[in-house]
Structure formats: structure tokens, C-alpha cells
């Protein structure tokens, strides 16, 4: 039972936080004083790999709490058990702090008065800089409402930020839970409005899924693609916090770039690159280059000249591409289909040949020239290239599935003059992506979360379905927040180009970081840009600061106002149109005010971001200075493509929204 006295109370947890603090550096100290020995060289290395895994995994850092809660279960002995970030146990083996992925922390999460789960207490802690400053304990057999609300909760979710993203363990509600368990072999899509913590869910998904199917997926690999670099360095201490180190992190660029990456092309024509017929205008090129036999075979061999006819030969070669085998395993294979006719000779004229006569044969100069000329090697990058340059070449295999228009649009108005030359676009690149795994097969990871969906094209979905085409995928996004040309119009559509139509769709509206006035606010854009969404709501009692200013000079008025803002505790994102980041800039710099603009390589470590509004997404600022909202509209390609690109502006912040504007507002937000 709770103390009577809460000073008693605290302090013995303080003494018990003292006591696991103690307990997990004599854990780490263990796992360094192991010794390997080996005669292997190969397992010594493995073995310090992972006691150097593990020792990274033991890391406390006295800024975060080792625990933040504790259930005291109703049974004849009371058991109580308090839930942190990782399993803590003493030198007797006894858990002193449990991780809140083990099935015994459920109830912390989703217990309740109607449905216990057998706990009687469940206790939440209130940390300062690591210090354990307070606690709420609330009675689950009690049939009162009168303490259901949690101070502490609210405190701990509204807290805040500066630096990274960090995890919200403490702070999962039920509805999210249920998806960050859900078992490995499910894929999840989660549809969430702003502020409904859908990436955060998608980590701590990938941080169980790690826990719960370690032996799993450590071989078989976690990834988690975001949409920018700045976006992976705001989320990239999330997992590491949790104790999982292996998972990789990568962006769709870094993820398909087997060329050199320019710019973006024209929007129309990256457009009709990220098609999903694209798929089949590539798949047509790739297998076209095999030739059928027009003469025999003849391999010399000692005395002999083994033939092999011109219809034997087809026969293979039909037989191997309608096998359903990428291009790549079919060319490997052919040779020795080829020096297997021969050995049925070899063996029907009187001889005995083994295994290793066949693999003499298959390597021999008549049979690998044969098997060339009929089955020649693709160029992933070599076949893009002629294919934008050679008009023939596109109308022949694209005939059919685009338009003469739809191939001039494809084609490269001045060539360059080789692909080593070529300036290659993400879509470029998206499409080398796809004839490469034509001809070898991309290896399959155990789990991807992919974050920011909404945003890929049809090609771009089908280059990240292919690396977890026998793993699971977590899909986060929002389709309100599409901003680009080529956003998917519906969850079904990109379930479907990721190979995963099986896949359980989950909508998260309920917003624990946009405050009320502002998430309110921005929900006017959403009959324009989602009508078909429900829209979010703010569960915070807290209603934010929202203020919406005409000024003469919105960029001299956001320098003043951020200089304001500045004495505030928490993180400042000064959100501009992306044509106004240079005078910016310049602005901040004649103030003396220290700024990052986002996408440097310190952008998520300062006090103050200049945020493009391209680049806006996925991240999020306890205070946002928002200027010219009708220039942010009027940089998209149209019109409910800059609306969607200022609805994830207006959603960035977690406690004031200042919005600065000299021009008119666009008139849905116009009272």
C-alpha cells in the first residue's frame, strides 16, 4: 500500500532509484571485465561486437529516468514491480526495474478502473534532469473518478523540448500501445493527425519488436526511413535511449542511391517517373535483351565436339525465364543447363562424367560466349540511359503503357554524354532502384518502419516494399499532410504498391502535443485537402497560445518576435516560406541572434531553427513563429498541394503559434 506520509514515500523511492542506479553500473562493469577467448579470429570479433552491443545498451545517463512508474499487482503476496526503459536486477538475479516491453508492464499502459488487469496501484513519477522530484498514485480498485486525471502525465507530455526528439515511454496511451505491440509478423498502417505521436509509435514499435523477436530480427535487420536527414537526427536518439542500437536509419535518396544524385527534375516529369506503369515499361527492357539460339552449340572437348542443336538450346533458355527467377539468377544458371546437355552426350556416347566436368564445361570459353550471346548482362544504370536517350528503344517497350506524349517527356532534351554523366534525379534513381532488383533480387529485412508515406510516389513505395518483402512494415503518415506532386491519394493504394494489401489500417486522432486553439486552427484546411479524414481533437487541457498578426514587415516583425520567445524555456522553429530562408538568414545574422537553419548538421541541436516549410515535416517546436502563410501556399505546384504543405506547418508547435502575415491570409483561415 502507498505510505501515509508522502515525504517517507518519496524518499524511499529516491533511495530505490539510488539502489537501481548502482545496481545497472555494476551490470555494465560485468559485461566489460568479460574476457574472450578464442582461437577464431572471426568469433573473437563477433564476440567483442556484442559486448560492445551490449555495454552500449547498459549506458545510464543521469539526465533520464531509469524508471518512471511502478504497479503493485493485487495478489496474496502484493508484488510490485517498477517499469523503466531496460531490465535492471541485482547481483542475486532479482529485477529491480522492469523493461516496460515485458508482457508484466501492460497493465502500466492500458489498466484501468473498469479492467485492472490485476494491479491495485499503479504509481507515476515526476523527474528533474533525471532527479525523482514527485509521484501520483492511482487507486485502480477504487470506484472514484475523482483522480483519474494524472498531473504528471500532462507535465511529462507537455515538457519542454530542446534537442532531439526523445522517446515517450512514459507517456504511451492505451490506443497506441496496442499498436506498438502488435507481433511481428503484422503490418501496421497508421493514418495520425498531427500531433498523435505516430513516429514516436513507430520507434517504440521498432524498439519491442527488437525486445520481444531479438533472436529475429537482430539477423534479419530493423530499418527506419524518414524523409530527410535533418528529420533521421531529430529522431536518431529515440532508440538509442531505449537501448536498441542496431536498428539502421536511412533516407529514400540515401536508400536508392546506387548513382550520384543532381536535383529534382521537372514535377511533371518525376511525376510520371514515379508511376507504378513505370514497373512494367522496365521490366519489358530488362528481359528483352535475351536472344533466342540461331546455331548449335559446339563445345571441343579432348578429341571430341559435343553439340549441342539450336532447339535444345531454346527450350532452356524458355524454360529458365518462365521460371518467375530474376534476370540475374537465369543468366548464372544457363551455362550450366548448357554443360548439363552436354554431360547427357558426354554420358550417351559411353563416358562418366562427374559434377566437376559440368562445372569445367559450364566455365569454358565456348559455353560462357554462347550463354552471353543469348542471355547478355544488364547495366542497371547503362539501360536507364539508353532508354531516355534512344526514342526507339522507349517507344518499343513502352508501347502500350504511355502515351507518345507521356515517352517525349521522358526523354532527355539534350543527352549527356554518357550514364556516368547524367545528372540523375531521386526518381532517376528510383527507377535504376527497380531495374537492379530485376535482375538481382534486394535482400529482405525483418522489419522497416516507414515514416512520412503519404509523401512517396508509387515507384518509390514499391523500392521500399521490396526490402521487406518477407518482413513486416510499419506505415506512418498522414494523407492531409501529402505535399508532393505525386503524393498517394489513399492507404489502400500504398499498401497495395508496397506489397502489403493485407495490412491493418489504424487512424490516430487524438493529439497529446498540438495544443487545442491551435490544432482547431489548422483543422479549417482539412475540408479543402482531406475531407475524407476525421478530424483530430486535443486531449491537453492545456489550450496553447495562438496569435495571428498583420504586420508591415512580416520578416523584421518574426526577428522581433522570436527575440521574445526566446526567454522561454524550449525549442523555437522560425517557419518560413522556403524563398525567404536567404533574407532569413540575413535578418537573424544583423540581430546577432544565434539560429541554425534546418538541414545543417547542428540543425536539431540549437535553440532556434529557420525552417524551410519544405522541410518542416515530422518535426515538432514548443513555440513556431509562422510567416506569410500565403507564401508558403504559393510555393507548391498548386493550390491544395501549398494548402496540405501549410496545414503541416501550422501543426508544428507544442505550446504558442505566433503567425506573422503582410499579405492576405489565405481566405479558409480568415474569419
Given at each position: ?28 562493469d ?18 567483442k ?12 545517463d ?5 524508471f518512471?512508474?511502478?504497479l503493485d ?17 541485482d547481483?542475486?538475479?532479482?529485477p ?21 488487469m490485476g494491479?491495485?496501484?499503479?504509481r507515476?513519477?515526476?523527474?528533474t ?9 492511482e ?5 472514484s473518478?475523482a ?6 502525465l ?7 523540448r530542446?534537442?532531439p ?9 492505451p490506443e ?7 507481433g511481428?509478423?503484422?503490418?501496421i ?11 514516436a ?11 520481444a ?11 527506419v ?6 528529420f ?18 536511412t533516407?529514400?535518396e ?15 516529369v518525376?511525376v510520371?517517373?514515379g ?9 519489358r527492357?530488362v528481359?528483352s ?27 532452356l ?9 530474376r534476370?540475374?539468377?537465369g ?6 543447363r548448357l554443360a ?5 552426350r558426354m554420358e550417351?556416347?559411353?563416358?562418366s562424367?562427374d ?7 559450364a566455365r569454358?570459353r ?5 550463354a552471353?550471346s ?12 539508353r532508354?531516355f536517350?534512344?526514342a526507339?528503344l522507349l ?25 556516368g ?7 532517376d ?12 533480387r534486394?535482400p529482405?529485412?525483418g522489419?522497416?518502419?516507414l ?6 510516389s508509387?515507384?518509390?513505395?514499391r ?13 506512418l503518415?498522414?494523407?492531409a499532410?501529402?505535399t ?25 486522432t ?6 487545442g ?13 482531406a475531407p ?14 495562438l496569435?495571428i ?9 518574426a526577428?522581433s518576435?522570436?527575440?521574445?520567445v ?15 530562408v ?8 544583423d ?5 541554425a537553419?534546418?538541414?545543417d548538421?547542428?540543425?536539431?541541436e ?5 525552417v524551410?516549410?519544405g522541410l ?20 507548391e505546384?498548386d493550390?491544395?498541394?501549398g ?16 503567425i506573422?502575415?503582410a ?9
Open positions: 500500500m502507498p505510505s501515509d506520509d508522502p515525504d517517507d514515500t518519496l524518499q524511499s523511492e529516491k533511495d530505490y532509484l539510488k539502489t537501481s542506479r548502482a545496481a545497472l553500473a555494476v551490470m555494465r560485468k559485461t566489460g571485465a568479460l574476457e574472450i577467448h578464442s582461437a577464431d579470429r572471426v568469433n573473437a570479433e563477433f564476440l561486437a556484442a559486448i560492445y552491443r551490449r555495454m552500449k545498451e547498459l549506458e545510464d543521469p539526465e533520464v529516468p531509469l518512471f512508474g511502478r499487482y493485487e495478489t496474496p503476496t502484493t508484488e510490485t514491480f517498477h517499469i523503466g526503459r531496460r531490465h535492471v536486477n547481483q542475486q538475479g532479482e529491480l526495474v522492469v523493461d516496460w516491453r515485458a508482457e508484466i508492464s501492460v497493465p502500466f499502459y492500458r489498466a484501468s478502473k473498469t479492467e485492472p494491479v491495485r496501484n499503479r507515476r513519477f515526476g523527474f534532469h533525471g532527479e525523482l522530484t514527485a509521484y501520483e498514485d487507486d485502480l480498485t477504487s470506484a473518478a483522480d483519474d486525471h494524472s498531473d504528471i500532462d507535465a511529462e507530455i507537455e515538457r519542454p530542446s534537442g526528439m526523445r522517446d515517450i515511454v512514459a507517456t504511451i496511451q497506441q500501445d496496442v499498436i506498438v505491440r502488435a511481428v509478423e503484422d503490418t498502417c497508421v493514418q495520425g493527425a498531427p500531433g498523435t505521436g505516430k513516429t509509435v513507430g520507434l517504440h514499435r521498432a524498439a519491442y519488436l527488437l525486445y523477436y531479438r533472436d529475429q530480427l537482430s539477423r534479419a535487420g530493423v530499418l526511413v524518414g524523409p530527410n536527414a535533418s533521421l537526427r531529430y529522431i536518431g536518439d529515440v532508440l538509442p535511449a531505449l537501448g536498441e542500437i542496431e536498428a539502421k536509419q533516407t529514400i540515401e536508400m536508392v542511391a546506387r548513382v550520384k544524385l543532381a536535383g529534382p527534375g521537372p514535377a511533371a518525376d510520371l517517373k508511376d507504378a506503369r513505370m514497373a512494367e515499361v522496365l521490366h527492357a528481359w535483351g535475351i536472344q533466342l539460339p540461331k546455331e548449335s552449340l559446339v563445345v571441343p572437348r579432348g578429341s571430341h565436339r559435343w553439340r549441342v542443336p539450336a532447339y535444345e538450346a531454346e527450350e533458355v524458355t524454360e529458365l525465364r518462365t521460371r518467375g527467377i534476370y540475374g539468377a543468366r548464372s544458371m544457363l551455362p550450366q548439363h546437355a552436354v554431360l547427357l550417351a556416347a559411353g563416358d562424367p559434377d566437376r566436368v559440368q562445372d569445367a564445361v569454358s565456348p559455353v560462357k560466349q554462347y552471353e543469348l542471355w547478355p548482362a544488364v547495366d542497371p544504370v547503362k539501360l536507364l540511359f532508354l536517350t534512344e526507339d517507344a518499343e517497350h513502352a508501347d502500350g503503357i504511355l502515351t507518345e506524349d507521356e515517352q517525349r517527356l521522358l526523354l532527355w532534351d539534350k543527352a549527356p554524354r554518357s550514364a554523366a547524367a545528372k540523375w534525379s531521386v526518381a534513381a528510383t527507377l535504376i532502384d527497380e531495374l537492379a532488383d530485376l535482375v538481382d534486394t529482405s529485412l522489419h522497416v518502419v515514416d512520412e508515406a503519404q509523401d512517396l508509387a515507384m518509390q513505395l523500392a521500399v516494399g521490396r526490402r521487406c518483402s518477407t518482413g513486416s512494415m510499419t506505415v503518415g498522414d494523407i499532410q501529402g508532393t506532386p505525386w503524393a498517394t491519394p489513399s492507404w489502400d493504394e500504398a499498401l497495395k504498391h508496397l506489397g502489403k494489401t493485407g495490412a491493418h489500417t489504424e487512424e490516430l487524438a493529439g497529446f502535443r498540438v495544443p486553439q491551435v490544432i482547431e486552427y489548422a483543422a479549417r484546411l482539412l475540408p479543402l485537402i475524407h479524414l476525421t478530424p483530430p481533437t486535443a486531449v491537453r487541457r492545456a489550450r496553447g497560445e496569435t498578426t498583420r504586420v508591415p514587415d512580416s520578416l523584421a516583425a526577428v518576435t522570436v527575440a521574445e526566446s526567454a522561454r524555456p524550449g525549442s523555437i522553429g522560425l517557419i518560413v516560406p522556403d524563398a525567404l536567404p533574407a532569413t538568414r540575413k535578418a537573424l545574422q540581430k546577432a541572434i544565434t539560429f537553419v534546418l538541414g548538421e547542428n540543425d536539431v540549437t535553440h532556434l531553427d529557420v524551410p516549410a518542416a515535416k515530422g518535426l515538432e517546436f514548443d513555440h513556431v513563429v509562422l510567416v506569410e502563410p500565403a507564401g508558403i501556399v504559393a510555393g505546384a493550390e491544395r498541394t494548402l496540405r504543405r501549410l496545414y503541416v506547418c501550422l501543426t508544428r508547435a507544442v505550446t504558442s503559434l505566433a506573422l502575415h499579405e492576405d491570409l489565405p481566405e479558409v483561415l480568415t474569419d
